[in-house]
């Protein structure tokens, strides 16, 4: 039976980090979800030959990063049953998509969707934890994966998402499921945004092609708390609709608790505990975005997604729509469709897809310094150091 496996080699990097048991990369984007490793020693120079401690072949392919607590690796993956190249466009077809897309889609024939815990140590497989199987799952595109969204950990779970495909709590010291829901979505190419924990609650970006919304599930339970439809979108099919940003939780200035979630044309604000809408602002036609948004004195800073990326700064200090009035500047050139912004001390630093780094000044939008490092670019980068890697 043919089966797709990809040889993790990101392990290397974590043990390199000097990860000690008590530390732990707990979500997508690190402790804050904003690419910074607190205290950690890394090499300035390493690669597939250079400095390897250890490295684990894992079955099946996956896009999601790895999280780390406790001394255990924790990882998402989909062992794939791949059809023949005939079989492909049998399945293809039989989901009504366009011969013009076939190329730049994959699809498989059923998935199993699997949680693995790997050793910080020595790179030993502690757990595989069968999550779900899957049969005739939707196509994706050919640079996606099954297993796209970052686990989440908190003091004894750990929490699976796949979009569609269903999200999991499972008790990370026994490996037994706590609890399941599956939400279904239609994602077009693919599940991409990350779950995110906060206080009680287990927060979801559903933005698909039929629907877009955020959610919030009881993370005790999986139970639905609340659940608000995104703002109107001005867009000829749904394709210009779906995203896959991962959301974020900030104060503002004046004590208000904001949940910061970004989504095609719009970035918006909700009120944690209702999913009331704070703010909004409408940032063009941005559609399929990635990047997660970072936080600093009061602004956000997004990038807005595929068509023609622009890197945004807005005050999240007001109420209703805020988009004549609360945009402190933005960036048109230069900036990445899928990885996401790095800030420190007053600069934000951005990688283009295309390989070309840049960084600006966080007050003014003005750029500092640019720098070809080519390449191709879908990793965000990550501040160690003082380091920018």
């Not at 609709?241 to 959301?247: E, L, R, V």
């Not at 807005?314 to 805020?322: A, E, L, P, R, T």
Request: hydrophobic residues 35%; proline residues 6%.
């Amino acid at each position: 039976m043919p089966t797709r496996f990809a040889l993790l080699t990101v392990h290397c990097l974590l043990i390199h980090i000097s990860l000690l048991a008590a530390d732990s990369w707990p979500q997508f984007r690190g402790p804050g979800g904003d690419g910074i490793a607190q205290n950690q020693t890394i090499p300035t120079d390493f690669g597939e030959s250079d400095g390897v401690t250890w490295k684990t072949e894992l079955p099946g392919l996956a896009w999601s990063s790895p999280v780390v607590a406790d001394g255990t690796i924790w990882v998402t993956t989909a062992i794939e049953r791949v059809p023949t190249a005939e079989e492909k466009v049998e399945l293809l077809k039989k989901n009504g998509i366009e011969e013009r897309k076939f190329k730049q889609l994959s699809i498989a024939k059923s998935i199993d969707l699997q949680l693995i815990a790997v050793s910080l140590q020595n790179g030993s497989i502690q757990k595989t934890i069968a999550l779900t199987s899957i049969e005739s799952p939707d196509a994706i595109h050919s640079l996606n994966s099954y297993a796209s969204p970052t686990p989440v950990i908190d003091d004894k779970y750990i929490y699976c998402h796949f979009g569609t495909y269903g999200t999991f709590c499972v008790d990370r010291a026994n490996g037994k499921m706590i609890w399941q829901r599956r939400l279904p979505l239609v994602h077009s190419v693919g599940p991409g945004s990350s779950p995110y924990l906060l206080k009680n609650m287990l927060i979801l970006i559903q933005d698909g092609v039929e629907r877009q919304y955020v959610t919030a599930l009881d993370k005790s339970t999986g139970t639905t708390l609340w659940e608000v439809d995104r703002p109107e979108m001005d867009a000829p099919t749904g394709d210009q609709k779906k995203a896959y940003s991962t959301p974020i939780a900030i104060t503002d200035k004046n004590g208000r608790d904001q949940l910061i979630c970004m989504a095609s044309q719009w970035m918006v604000s909700y009120a944690p505990e209702t999913g009331k809408e704070i703010w909004k602002v409408y940032h063009g036609k941005g559609f399929s975005v990635v990047p997660r948004p970072v936080f600093s004195d009061d602004i956000v800073y997004f990038s807005t997604g595929f068509g023609k990326p622009e890197l945004w700064a807005v005050n999240v200090d007001g109420s209703g729509d805020v988009t004549d009035t609360h945009v402190a500047w933005t960036v048109k050139q230069g900036i990445p469709a899928k990885p996401s912004p790095l800030i420190h001390d007053d600069l934000i630093y951005v990688v283009s897809d295309n390989g070309v780094a840049s960084s600006f000044n966080t007050k003014t939008g003005d750029q500092v310094w640019k720098k070809r490092i080519g390449g191709a670019y879908r990793a965000s980068p990550v501040l160690a150091c003082d380091n920018r890697y």
